[in-house]
């Protein structure tokens, strides 16, 4: 069949949760058999979001191909197990820059160069490249912000123009907000008819309507809105706020959403979804009774959405070993000598986080020596990976002024040093060391037993490195090096064996982890906290 183009659109109120509903659709539809991608299209003119505070964007996503990208593409690949690239996310900076390089080349053979058709044909080439080079059944293009902003004008203009295009091969989801006024006791659909008259404005009429709420809406209601909205009326589905995000595509397959889209690309005869391994997840969620308690220790850890892979894969790694994740942020920047047993003596295990600058470092710094002091099960990503070098070279090894030449370059002991290709880099966006690579684990090192494998591939962000001149003392001492690249011999993980779990890695294993494959290093975590708790409790 010919490639079939969704556009996810957004009203009313952001952050809804299009990513969600644009992820469920490709869950179901890939349940379904079909070939299946999304791509997120973003208004804000930076090139990637590489560049952005957390403070402004949450995380920021590394795909395999090393394109620093916005986070909707973790749910994208958590979703649906399929890995995303740098064609999956495409900013308007990114639209622009390509426009004015063909302009600079002389593509345009002189003509004035304009939103349209240019910028809109930039984007229409985007949003079909996928399905012309990837050979896909479903393209889902998510765009970003919310109907009525100014910035999403030619996106949306480029969603009009496909639409007539295609024909039936496209189809508009529409994600609008039905609130509810408590002191009226009322469920209120004028938000979603303006929204809807916002986009009809434009040209864009949308085939399925999906309500956000806190509270069911009437079929009646529902009814009403179709009315107003000119849609079918079994094409407007509810999206109440649900326990998890993954109970989301039971709940759209529950009302057909999946065969409505099937309907309006008019694609007939596809077999039910396979939800068989999604169920089983389910189960393991809801029959989960016992907690296990994880300290996150961050600069970030009031932002919702900043550490949204690690705690995704950690909760995916708890309901897998039947558990409930009870996840306790701890501010970095808070912590110190005085507060550290009180703040991490109840956790079952501690993730020291990932992040830049030397703010909350030394909180970091405290946590890794009380929980090495007090055998804690210890899970370091990239710069956690980085203290627990800084820590262990200042209390273990006795080099007091140790430190990474990030924080501090004059340090005498750069037992963390910036990268050597990283010397001569200037520009900050798209630069560091990004994407998947090879590493080599140690044979019979708690890394490898966890994996179960002695070559794995992960991705990774980051600009400095270990310093393999102290590779020596560090092994002597006891903090094992046993993983490293292959090419390169930078070290990606290290542990200390004689402790029940305390590994760093360099690279980013939240990244690939899915609902369906979730990643062995966050699974032999959690079972090493489970052990640790157990053992608590019965020496009580």
């Not at 006024?181 to 916002?198: C, D, I």
């Not at 990004?434 to 494998?453: I, T, W």
């Not at 542990?495 to 305390?502: D, G, L």
Request: proline share 4%; with cysteine.
């Amino acid at each position: 069949m010919d490639t079939k183009y969704i556009f996810v659109t957004g009203g009313v109120v952001s952050s809804l949760g299009k990513g969600i509903i644009s992820s469920s659709l490709a869950c179901l539809l890939k349940a379904r058999g079909f070939r299946v991608t999304i791509q997120k299209f973003d208004p804000y003119i930076n090139i990637d979001p590489g560049t952005l505070n957390p403070y402004e964007h949450g995380e920021c996503y590394v795909t395999v191909d090393g394109h620093e990208a916005d986070l909707d593409l973790g749910h994208y690949e958590r979703f649906t197990n399929i890995q995303t690239t740098r064609a999956n996310n495409i900013t308007s900076g990114r639209i622009f820059q390509n426009v004015i390089n063909k302009e600079r080349h002389g593509e345009y053979l002189g003509k004035t160069v304009q939103i349209i058709p240019h910028i809109t044909d930039e984007i229409k080439r985007n949003v079909t490249l996928l399905g012309e080079t990837g050979n896909f059944d479903f393209v889902i293009t998510e765009i970003g912000g919310t109907v009525g902003d100014i910035e999403s004008l030619p996106f949306l203009e480029a969603v009009r123009q496909l639409k007539w295009e295609l024909g039936d091969d496209a189809c508009c989801v529409h994600l609008t907000y039905v609130p509810y006024l408590g002191a009226a006791k009322e469920l209120k659909t004028k938000p979603t008819q303006h929204s809807v008259k916002q986009l009809q404005q434009l040209g864009i009429q949308p085939d399925i309507l999906v309500l956000r709420t806190e509270k069911d809406i009437p079929q009646e209601m529902r009814r009403k809105i179709a009315q107003f909205c000119n849609v079918a009326p079994d094409a407007v589905v509810q999206s109440a706020d649900a326990p998890s995000i993954y109970e989301v595509p039971v709940r759209m397959h529950n009302q057909h959403l999946d065969e409505i889209l099937l309907r309006v690309c008019n694609v007939s005869n596809a077999p039910e979804p396979d939800m068989e391994a999604w169920y089983k997840f389910l189960n393991h969620m809801v029959e989960a009774k016992e907690e296990v308690t994880i300290g996150l220790v961050g600069k970030y850890v009031e932002l919702q959405d900043a550490y949204k892979s690690i705690n995704e894969a950690l909760f995916q790694a708890a309901t897998y070993n039947d558990r409930r994740l009870n996840l306790i942020s701890i501010h970095s920047e808070h912590l110190h000598e005085g507060n550290v047993d009180e703040k991490l003596a109840q956790m079952d295990g501690v993730i020291i986080a990932p992040g830049f600058g030397s703010r909350g470092i030394e909180g970091k710094f405290v946590a890794l020596k009380w929980c090495r002091e007090h055998d804690v099960p210890t899970f370091g990503i990239c710069l956690g990976m980085q203290c627990m070098v800084i820590e262990f070279a200042r209390n273990v090894l006795g080099l007091k002024d140790a430190n990474s030449t990030e924080m501090q370059p004059s340090t005498p002991h750069n037992v963390i040093d910036l990268m050597e290709e990283q010397k001569s880099v200037t520009d900050m966006g798209g630069t560091m060391r990004l994407g998947a690579y090879d590493c080599v684990l140690r044979p019979g090192s708690r890394a490898a037993m966890a994996y179960g494998a002695e070559n794995v591939r992960e991705r990774h962000r980051h600009r400095f490195e270990f310093n393999n001149n102290y590779r020596a003392a560090f092994e002597q001492a006891g903090m094992n090096c046993v993983g490293e690249n292959p090419e390169t011999h930078l070290v990606e993980v290290v542990e200390i064996p004689e402790k029940r779990w305390f590994i760093g890695t360099q690279y980013h294993p939240e990244y690939s982890s899915t609902v369906l494959s979730p990643n062995p290093i966050f699974l032999d975590f959690i079972k090493a906290a489970i052990s640790f708790h157990k053992e608590k409790n019965s020496n009580k």
